[in-house]
Structures are given as C-alpha cells and as structure tokens.
C-alpha cells in the first residue's frame, strides 16, 4: 500500500510517501525560523507558509520516492489534529483536492497515534520485505509514551487502534516546558534541541529546582507550570547571566524535567506491569533527546520493559512519514474516509475518539 501523507498540524510543513511501514521519502520544510522571534508559533503566519510551501513540498516527496506521477500512490492521508486549527485546514485542503482529482482514497489520521507508531517505521535499505511489518515481535497490549510541544501522554495500547490514556498532563506539556524555559534563558525557540545542547556543559546539580508532584505519583498526573514558575524566579534572581550559569541553569531544568516524567513512569509501569506485555512505545520531538532516551532505557532494564523509539530523530518531531505508518495501518481495518466533504479539522481531537466521517 502505497500512501502519500501530509502533515501540516504546526509549524512544518511536511510530505512524505510510504509503503506500509517502508519510509520512502519524507520531505519536511520547517518554519522554526520563521516563529522564532516571537518565542512561539504564530497561527496566522504558519498558515500563510503552509500555503506557500505545500504544493513543493508534496511534489519533491513524490520525486524524491521516485513514485511520480501520483497516478502510483494508493491512497492520501492527511492529519486532522490534534494542532492549529487554521494550520490543519491548508493540509487537508490539499489532501481533499488530491484525492478528488485523482480518484484515490482518503485516511485522516490522528496526529498523535501517528507518534505512538512512529516506532514502526522503517527505512528503504531494510525494507528486505514490503509486505514485513517491522517490530512484529512487540506484543500487544503495551505501553506508549507521547511526548512532545503540546502533549505529554502515557497510554495503554491495547492493540493498534485501540488507545486508553492513563497519565496526562495537568497542566504543560514537557516540551512546551522545555520550550518555555529555553526562552526564560534567552535561548530562543524550539527551546528543547538548545536546552539539551546547552545543558551538556552545565552542572545539573549546580541549582536547586523541585521535582514536581514528588511523592505523589499515586496521582498518575505530570504537571509542569510549577516547575516553569520556580524557575522563572531562579532565573530573575541569578540575573545578570554568565554562559556558565545559563549552562547549569539549563542542564538543571532538564534534569528536573525528565525526574518528574521517570518517577511518574517509574511508577505507573510497575503497577500496571502483571497486566501488560513489557514494550514501551516512544515517540514525539522530545524522544529525541539523548539525556531522555538513556534514562528510559536505564528504567526499561531496571523494570524489564523493552523501550522502543523511532530509527531516526527526524521522525520523533513533527513529519508526514509517520502519518503514513499510522494511515497504513488504518488501511488494514479499512478505515477510509466514507464522506470526504464532511472531513474537517479536529484541533483538540483525543486520541481515543473516532472520526465520524
Ligand atoms: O513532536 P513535535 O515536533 O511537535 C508536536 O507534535 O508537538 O515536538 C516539538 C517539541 C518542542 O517542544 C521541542 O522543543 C521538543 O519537541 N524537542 C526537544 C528536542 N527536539 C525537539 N526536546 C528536547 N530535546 C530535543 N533534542
């Protein structure tokens, strides 16, 4: 199944094309640098680049998978949401077009089921065979952890397609934290690529942050705007920063950050453990983090839970090839959009809710 995918949920404008799990082209045109000055992603102004971009962005995914013309491709997949609403529309406006135009099927995708299986993916050199799914020997149910700018999710993947959340965030997600602190220490945005550079040469230890929810675990909640407040009078109060405080300020958020996640997990997956298979599912832009990475593995070994993230950074932030996996997989339940005029952005869409088109 050949599929052309688009995603165009926040500032990336993104193309991709699979074959089932098989990777053959991901295209992704960043607007960072764009929303980069005003700290944040500007609706207005990523929506206008969207539709600056995504007729060249879809055409070189195309060429780039050597599937031109798209008289090839099986079906589009779009995403829906969860994201910005007006940024979702220009995707799934090009996706409609597509899909009438050339007599394909459409599937609507959930932006975040696409990076709870973004482990599935795999690349062309190690598509041996097409029809193979990679990762075959994770059993289900399992665990899955979304982390990334505007989510921050542990679930229980009963099977795929089938989500339960069991922790959430009360309040920020971990990357928006990561985010907002990278901007406190003036480091510009996104902030969690930078912060985890800066906080190489910094002291973790150097400053005191607290660990949120600390001996509440119990709760099964993450929350963030605690910690983002007592670092934001931390960072006043050691005003004027040097490079070196600005290291060890950074390095001490992160590793507050990524505490409070472990401890929850740390937690949750022990006792829920007897009832599951031991995979754990990763994905989101902040699963490209290296300091994170090796401190879920460090928890998988301790607790007997495989940890899976994607095989590349590029598909743990926003991208259309996981789009692609996750649409592939719809496909095998038949999950093709019945009414394609009724398809409509769904910003705040949870991930156990159905579409109903
Ligand atoms: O998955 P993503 O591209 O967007 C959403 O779907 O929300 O995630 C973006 C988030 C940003 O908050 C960004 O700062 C964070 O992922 N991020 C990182 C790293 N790379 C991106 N956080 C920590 N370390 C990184 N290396």
């Known amino acids: 199944m050949k599929i052309l995918s688009i995603d165009t949920s926040a500032d990336e404008t993104s193309a991709a094309v699979t074959e089932n799990t098989t990777i053959l082209s991901n295209v992704i045109w960043s607007q960072a640098s764009l929303h980069a000055k005003w700290g944040g992603v500007v609706p207005s102004l990523a929506q206008r680049a969207h539709e600056e971009r995504i007729d060249f962005v879809i055409e070189k995914a195309l060429i780039t998978s050597h599937q031109s013309p798209i008289t090839d491709i099986d079906a589009v997949a779009v995403t829906v949401g969860p994201g910005l609403a007006i940024a979702l529309g220009v995707g799934i406006d090009r996706a409609k077009k597509l ?45 899955g952890l979304v982390v990334s700018g505007g989510n921050t999710q542990l679930l229980l993947v009963e099977e795929i397609g089938k989500y339960k959340i069991l922790v959430e965030t009360s309040d920020d997600a971990l990357g928006e934290a990561l985010d907002k602190a990278a901007r406190m220490l003036g480091l510009g945005y996104p902030g969690g690529a930078i912060l985890e550079k800066f906080s190489k040469d910094g002291d973790a230890k150097g400053y005191k942050l607290p660990i949120p929810l600390v001996g509440q675990e119990k709760k099964m909640k993450f929350s963030y705007s605690g910690l983002k407040t007592a670092m934001y009078r931390l960072v006043e109060s050691e005003k004027p920063l040097t490079k070196q405080k600005i290291y060890n300020l950074a390095a001490c958020f992160q590793d507050v950050a990524f505490s409070h996640l472990l401890r929850v997990l740390n937690y949750v997956l022990t006792n829920h453990q007897s009832l599951i298979s031991s995979h754990l599912l990763v994905g989101g832009g902040v699963a490209s983090n290296i300091e994170l990475r090796k401190r879920l593995r460090n928890l998988g070994k301790k607790i007997n839970i495989k940890v899976h993230f994607p095989y590349t950074k590029k598909l743990c932030t926003d991208n259309a090839a996981m789009i692609g996996v996750a649409a592939y997989f719809k496909s095998q339940r038949g999950e093709f959009v019945k009414d394609i005029a009724k398809v409509d952005r769904m910003p705040n869409v949870k991930l156990e809710e159905k579409f109903k088109w």
């Open 99 to 143: 899909t009438e135009k050339y007599k394909k099927p459409l599937i609507a995708v959930n932006h975040l089921e696409a990076h709870i299986l973004s482990p599935f993916a795999n690349p062309k050199s190690e598509a041996r065979n097409p029809k193979q799914i990679p990762n075959t020997n994770i059993k289900f149910p399992n665990f």
